[in-house]
């Protein structure tokens, strides 16, 4: 089928549009979504995120290369997709960093289950948690549970980072002394 009959079937708003594109520039679109993505289900939904933009947009767009119209959606599409990967990559990598400075004072989970259910733990963490200043608590619950980097903290807090460091550090000291004490060991 002709460019400017697809197009038709868009402004005619036909069922079969879409199909039509996908039978004519399918490949066309995995093949750009897919050397940006470098992944095949990534690339399928740009694809068909591709099909529903043009759909959005003709009418009242008529683009006068349908290939090049589609070519820079699925362009676009996938280079977002692959920043929002990177980004969540990123977000990602940062809360296995914060988890790992935590880890080292909580009992691994297979002991847990064996001196005590979750409550008694949580209970515990709540304990000590109180017991903190109340500046220190807000920055250990910032870092711990909402993930807030150390520069973040150090900035809202006025405090240089070293100073943030090792307030966490000396926090996990003894939330790590407080377990101890009650039986959860690391």
């Known amino acids: 089928m002709e460019d400017h009959a697809i197009i038709d079937l868009y402004f005619a708003r036909a069922d079969n549009a879409i199909a039509e594109t996908a039978d004519k520039y399918g490949r066309y679109c995995h093949t750009i979504a897919y050397n940006i993505t470098q992944d095949t289900l990534d690339s399928e939904e740009c ?23 589609l070519g820079r959606i699925v362009r676009n599409l996938s280079l977002d997709r692959v920043r929002r990967k990177q980004a969540e990559k990123r977000a ?15 009992p691994a989970e ?3 289950a064996k001196v005590a259910d979750d409550l008694v733990l949580a209970d515990i963490i709540n304990r000590f948690l109180a017991s903190l200043p109340e500046v220190t608590r807000n920055i250990f619950l910032r870092r711990y549970w909402y993930f807030s980097s150390v520069k973040e903290l150090a900035a809202d807090y006025h405090m240089s980072e070293s100073k943030i460091k090792m307030m966490m550090m000396r926090a996990r000291e003894s939330l790590r002394a407080e377990l101890e004490k009650e039986g959860f060991t690391p």
């Open 47 to 69: 694809v068909n995120d591709t099909y529903l933009r043009a759909w959005n947009a003709m009418p009242p767009t008529r683009p006068n290369s349908l290939s090049a119209f």
């Open 92 to 106: 990602a990598e940062r809360m296995e960093g914060i988890r790992e400075e935590l880890w080292d004072c909580l």
């Open 110 to 112: 297979s002991d847990t």
